[in-house]
Each structure stands twice: as C-alpha cells, then as structure tokens.
C-alpha cells in the first residue's frame, strides 16, 4: 500500500487521491515535492556517504541541484549549503546523533538507520510520512526514542503519519484511529483496542474463532 501511495507502484485499478488531488499518475518525484515522503522497512540510505551528507542531499530545492548555479551564482550554492547543513546539524541534534556525523552511513546500527530515515524526513516539506514498520529491528531502547520523536514531529510540526507496523506497544501508544486490513480490503477502523479485541480481527491474524474470542 506504501508502495502504490508513494508511487513506486501504478494501481491496476482505483484513484489515489491526497490533500484533494488525484494524484494517480504523478512520478515519486512529484509526490515528494507535494510533501508526501515516506521510510522504508529496510533503510535506503546513502551507505558510502557520511550520516550528516545523507540529511543534507535530501532538502529539496537546493539551488546546487542547477548546474549552471555553481558556475554563474557559485555565492548563492554557497548560501544554500550552510543553511542545509545548518538544519542538518539541528535534525542530528534532535535525533541525538550528532556523535556519529562523519560516520558512513553503512556501518552505524540498524537503529540508528531508522533514526537516520526519520530524520531525512525532517529535511524535507513534509506534510505526509508513510512510516513503514519502523520498529523493525529496532532494540526497545532506540525504539521508545523513535516514539517519542514521532510524537513530537506530530504535535509540534503537525506532520500527519500513516504507521504500518506489527509492534503492538507502538501502535497503542501511537495510533488514533487504527485500521486493520486483510487482503488488501478494510476490515476494521477504530481504536486500539477496540481493533485488539475485535473477533473478525483475531481470526484473520491470530487463527482464532469468533467464539473462542467471546
């Protein structure tokens, strides 16, 4: 589903529509720059690059990105790489991860991955992040941490996430409302526990019986 909202995957049938707009046909790209982002299970960072150049490579705009801008406005590039790299500074120090700055990528843990994912999103015009299962290997330490940020992100920053994930303690913590589907149709929206609770939901995901439920 992450997938076919962010673009990497065309619907064969159905609209996918966000903020009022059909958005079906729009490149990732395009999505990206309307304030849709999303993680991934498995983090895709830049692994040969150094933790602070892979927060600072994703803030759109950038007047570098135009060749011509570092021949002819090389002030302006210039102007517009301190305050990336400023902000970038502000995202590491809001993640607690300034201590692994110049680390590459590739060899920090898989936690500190997820932390990283969620920070490039903070480099962008989010108003939409798809966050798909980013308690996976995470230990429960690192992952309190990343609970609390997302919290914050949506109270001070109003960024609306969509949560896939398995972890129950997350999604109770995080979620309102919760929506269970199976087979690629809703089966249930409510809250948490309500969903926990509901027999149709424990019989498609655990093998349990609406009777054995009551």
């Given at each position: 589903m992450i997938n076919l909202i962010a673009g990497a995957l065309h619907p064969s049938s159905g609209k996918i529509h966000y903020a009022g707009e059909d958005i079906?046909?729009?490149?990732?790209?395009?999505r990206f720059h309307r304030?849709?982002?999303?993680t991934f299970q498995i983090p895709h960072e830049f692994a040969h690059l150094s933790v602070l150049e892979n927060l600072m490579?994703?803030?759109p705009h950038q007047a570098g990105e135009q060749m011509w801008s570092n021949w002819f406005s090389p002030g302006r590039v210039r102007i517009d790489e301190d305050e990336v790299r400023r902000r970038a500074w502000a995202t590491l120090g809001f993640l607690e991860l300034t201590h692994i700055a110049h680390e590459r990528a590739g060899r920090i843990s898989g936690g500190q991955k997820k932390l990283l994912e969620l920070g490039r999103t903070m480099m962008t015009d989010a108003q939409l992040v798809l966050l798909d299962e980013p308690a996976a290997g995470v230990n429960r330490t690192l992952l309190r941490k990343l609970e609390s940020q997302i919290e914050y992100l949506n109270r001070e920053r109003n960024y609306t996430f969509?949560?896939?994930?398995?972890?129950?303690?997350?999604?109770?913590?995080?979620c309102d409302p919760v929506v269970c589907m199976t087979e690629g149709s809703v089966l249930i929206e409510a809250d948490f526990k309500t969903v926990r609770s509901d027999p149709h939901v424990l019989e498609a995901y655990l093998g349990e019986t609406k009777d054995a439920a009551q």
């Open positions: 079906t046909d729009l490149a990732p790209n395009e304030g849709l982002v999303r490579l994703v803030a969509l949560l896939i994930e398995h972890d129950m303690e997350m999604i109770e913590r995080l």
